[in-house]
């Protein structure tokens, strides 16, 4: 359990991706646990905040889905500015949702630089016999990209939980690596010239 | 002559009490009204009994005012008289005093005769003076006891009205209960109760769904507004209809108790609310429209010849209204609503000729959707070649704008732009037919663009600093309202706009979206491609300016679009720039990025929404993001085909939300000028814009 004597430390991730490859899914699985609400009578908007209780401390995770505004692309930067955690979501039964994860990656790096934690997520693994994009693809773009990675199925349930417990691990050295990266901003915005950043725009 | 005033002050209160009076009867006449509509279904006979008593009441008013206008003529007479004499007596003296030495006695004495003679008739018409007046207190002690008697009528009457109401209602829920219980046991509704402990629908068979819109026992009209627009996710309109159709059939069926008339009342009812508010469904389907009037005119036979008296007035009035409606403008003519809104293929032109039912917004749009149809029309083609007319345009034509409508601008008295730099429309056709750019999509195929359309014709681009923010402001607003007001709330459903065939499915929230994407590139290029660093500064602040004047047009759209250009890489780098602003600049700066944060999901800027005033433009992806969010949430149909349809109220609430804020214009005068600068702005593309940050400020290395 944390300690109660400092305040709790608290994350913004943003969930960034194609539509329809589960980004809400993700999260409201993680939310609420439960994939069916068909018996829930109140749902509405919610704040998307969920505290997690970590071996050695309690962080306070603010999730932002950018689900359903994918068309304002131009806003999206901004979303990304203030979070410490961008989550990249692909359907692996959607090669071109999974092409376009670089350039959601790239338009992180540019905003954040290495300041900041980035996930790609291979989501809808039920539907494996629809697979378009191979685990080892997703690792390899992982690496190429020096973020992290993992399969999920928001609909399964499977790889959830281990998913924003990753994160959370993740988070704590974000402190001293806020300072580092703080000394060389503008070097890391260079990545962003360096990519052969695909046309931006409405790609949906 | 004090006598001559007295008289007149009294007349006039005389005058005054009658008109009391008559208003007194003219309420006790519209009460009557009321008491026999109140108690006109079920109790005839107390309304008649009422109606007697205030046709006593009457009878005694009119008596008191026929009694005061006879005092009134009376007193007339007597103020003539009383001149008459006052006349004569000064004839008498003046005699008298002529003739005082030359006249005999006796004829003097006569004189004074005459004289003792008239004064004692005048003590009498005072003494009569003092008479009428007591008449008239009377008379008017007599009127406030017809008040007082009146006010208990009233009373009496609200007494029996609301008993009335009581019993009505508890009757209707008694017998809804029953049949609630009924479903719940059949399984065809599943009930929960919301917050304040009210049983709501939870989910249930469509058939079950369209039997209580209408049931009169279950009148509720958020019900009746959610399923009119969400049904399209789980049912066609042609199975809607011959639901309704069938609830009718089996109605007719049922015989005719006395509680026949409420059930038809609430079929009519439904089909009003669809016709009024979703027209276009009997528009773009000939067959249902056919059925419909169908329907409504084998209704009418069928339920006169059920039983004639049963049927309520309303009733049969409403239901004419549609068989109105439907006979007067065959298909194509009623838009339930001000927004002309063209399909692709323009085929529907007639559409603005008729705006019979609701009209909310009419005041402030005729100019507007002008401009509006040009834009559709002209589309994408016609951008690049009208830009070169676009600098000779002559002066007087400024006056000649689109605009039809109201042209008292409110909140814009310094209209003109605040340099000299002016550029007026050509004639007002071209005016509406040149506004390219927003409306291409700033995807990928665009990229390449900008270099091949215009060879830069221009001698000097204009800027944000030719103009006056505040009026920039407005112009924007302009723009945008009447882009956010012909969203249609059917494009908000079933997540339309993130489907394949968007641009067919939800046009103008594809539209807004791209708007939005031109407006913050407008902006960051505005900001970077001032090399000038005190020119940058100052095109820094007037955005913020600007931005200052979209808050307090309530245009949120808009400030979400300055504070995503404000925090693009492009701008967000600018440290320096931003550092040499003034420090109240600085603190507004903080401010809007407050505002439109999306911490807690946009908590301040709903809030901010929800408690302005109307005319507002919110920010649509808000609710585009409620309902992503929403549509993850359990399955639109439970096990045994029953609708969740508290997933589609809730869809339904969110949606209805944002059309309230479609209704309410903004009266801002347009001005062609400033809204083809925004329009026709030709942005730099994101990696552009970046260069050019990085010439404004280097990196360090």
Redesign the interface.
């Known amino acids: 359990m944390g300690d109660n004597s400092q305040p709790m430390r608290k994350y913004k991730l943003v969930f960034l991706g194609e539509?329809?490859v589960g980004k809400?899914?993700l999260?409201?699985r993680f939310m609420y646990d439960t994939f069916?609400?068909?018996?829930?009578?109140?749902?509405?908007?919610?704040?998307?905040?969920k505290t997690m209780y970590l071996e050695d401390r309690t962080i306070r995770l603010?999730l932002?889905?950018?689900?359903?505004?994918?068309?304002?692309?131009?806003?999206i930067?901004?979303?990304i500015?203030?979070s410490s955690v961008a989550v990249v979501v692909y359907d692996i039964a959607n090669r071109n949702s999974f092409s376009n994860c670089s350039k959601w990656i790239d338009d992180v790096r540019?905003?954040r630089g290495g300041n900041v934690i980035i996930v790609l997520v291979g989501n809808k693994t039920d539907l494996a016999e629809r697979r378009e994009v191979s685990t080892e693809e997703g690792e390899q773009k992982a690496k190429e990209f020096n973020t992290m990675f993992i399969e999920t199925s928001a609909k399964a349930g499977y790889n959830v939980k281990p998913l924003f417990r990753r994160i959370a691990q993740a988070l704590p050295g974000i402190e001293t690596q806020q300072q580092q990266q703080n000394e060389y901003p503008?070097q890391l915005?260079?990545i962003?010239?360096g990519q052969n950043?695909?046309?931006?725009?409405?790609?949906? | 002559m004090d006598l001559i005033l007295m008289n007149e002050t009294f007349q006039e209160r005389c005058k005054e009490s009658l008109y009391q009076l008559i208003e007194e009867k003219q309420i006790a006449l519209h009460k009557n009204n009321l008491l026999e509509s109140a108690a006109g279904i079920n109790d005839k006979e107390g309304g008649e009994n009422f109606l007697d008593q205030i046709q006593y009441l009457q009878d005694e008013n009119e008596q008191a005012a026929a009694t005061i206008s006879y005092l009134k003529a009376y007193q007339k007479s007597h103020s003539d008289e009383l001149a008459e004499l006052n006349r004569l007596r000064s004839e008498v003296i003046t005699l008298k005093s002529k003739n005082k030495f030359a006249n005999e006695s006796s004829e003097e004495e006569q004189l004074q005769n005459t004289i003792e003679d008239l004064q004692k008739r005048l003590t009498e018409i005072s003494a009569e003076k003092l008479a009428l007046e007591e008449r008239v207190k009377l008379a008017e002690k007599l009127k406030s006891m017809v008040e007082e008697e009146n006010e208990q009528l009233r009373e009496d009457i609200q007494k029996i009205q609301s008993s009335m109401k009581t019993e009505m209602i508890n009757k209707i829920s008694s017998e809804r209960a029953a049949k609630d219980e009924q479903d719940e046991d059949s399984g065809a509704v599943i009930f929960v109760q919301d917050e304040s402990g009210n049983k709501q629908i939870k989910a249930a068979t469509p058939k079950k769904l369209v039997e209580r819109l209408t049931d009169y026992s279950s009148y509720d009209n958020q019900f009746l507004q959610a399923f009119m627009l969400t049904f399209r996710c789980f049912m066609t309109t042609g199975e809607l209809l011959e639901l309704i159709m069938n609830q009718y059939t089996k109605k007719v069926k049922e015989g005719t108790n006395n509680n026949q008339s409420p059930l038809y009342f609430r079929i009519v009812n439904t089909l009003k609310f669809w016709i009024d508010n979703y027209w276009d469904d009997f528009e773009s389907d000939k067959e249902l429209y056919e059925k419909l009037v169908n329907f409504i005119e084998n209704f009418d036979d069928v339920s006169k010849h059920i039983n004639e008296k049963v049927m309520p007035p309303e009733g049969l009035n409403i239901n004419t209204k549609i068989k109105q409606i439907c006979k007067a403008n065959p298909p194509k003519i009623i838009l339930p609503k001000d927004i002309p809104l063209k399909r692709s293929g323009g085929n529907t032109t007639g559409n603005e000729l008729k705006t019979s039912t609701t009209s909310a917004s009419s005041a402030t749009n005729t100019g507007k959707t002008d401009l509006n149809d040009g834009k559709m029309n002209t589309g994408s083609s016609s951008g690049k070649e009208t830009n070169t007319t676009f600098y000779n345009y002559t002066d007087e034509e400024l006056s000649n704008e689109p605009n039809t409508s109201s042209t008292n601008a409110s909140q814009n008295t310094g209209t003109t732009p605040s340099s000299g730099n002016i550029l007026k429309t050509g004639d007002a056709t071209a005016g509406s037919n040149v506004d390219p750019t927003p409306w291409k999509d700033t995807g990928p195929e665009d990229d390449t663009e900008p270099s091949v359309g215009i060879s830069q014709p221009v001698a000097r681009r204009l800027t944000f600093l030719d103009f006056d923010p505040v009026e920039i402001a407005n112009q924007l607003t302009y723009i945008e309202f009447d882009l956010f007001k012909v969203i249609k709330k059917e494009e908000f459903l079933d997540l339309a706009w993130m489907k394949d065939n968007k641009e067919e499915l939800a046009p103008n929230l594809c539209k807004i979206a791209q708007w939005s994407n031109h407006v913050v590139h407008w902006l960051v290029s505005e900001i970077v491609l001032q090399e000038n660093f005190k020119l940058r500064v100052t095109v820094f602040e007037r955005m913020l300016l600007f931005t200052q004047s979209l808050l307090k047009l309530n245009n949120f759209n808009g400030v979400k679009e300055v504070s995503a250009a404000l925090q693009s890489s492009s701008i967000y780098r600018l440290k320096k720039t931003k550092k040499a602003m003034a420090s109240k600049f600085l603190k507004l700066y903080d401010s809007i990025l407050k505002l439109v944060s999306n911490e807690l999901n946009f908590k301040t800027l709903r809030t901010k929404i929800h408690t302005a005033d109307p005319p507002l433009i919110p920010f649509p992806g808000i609710y585009q993001g409620d309902l992503v969010f929403l549509d993850s949430w359990g399955k639109n149909i439970l096990e045994g085909g029953l609708i969740n349809f508290i997933k589609y109220q809730k869809m339904a609430s969110y949606i209805l939300e944002f059309n309230t804020y479609q209704r309410k214009g903004y009266n801002i005068k347009p001005l062609p000028e400033i809204q083809n600068y925004i329009k026709r702005y030709e942005p730099l593309s994101d990696d552009e814009a970046y260069k050019y940050s990085q010439k404004c400020e280097p990196k360090k290395i």
């Not at chain 1, 069916?36 to 905040?49: N, P, R, V």
């Not at chain 1, 505004?69 to 806003?75: A, I, K, T, V």
């Open positions: 539509q329809s809400t899914s999260i409201t069916d609400h068909a018996y829930q009578a109140t749902i509405g908007i919610d704040f998307l905040s603010q932002w889905d950018t689900a359903g505004q994918e068309r304002f692309r131009s806003l930067p901004s979303y500015r203030d540019a905003e503008s915005i260079d962003k010239m950043k695909q046309n931006e725009g409405c790609a949906c």
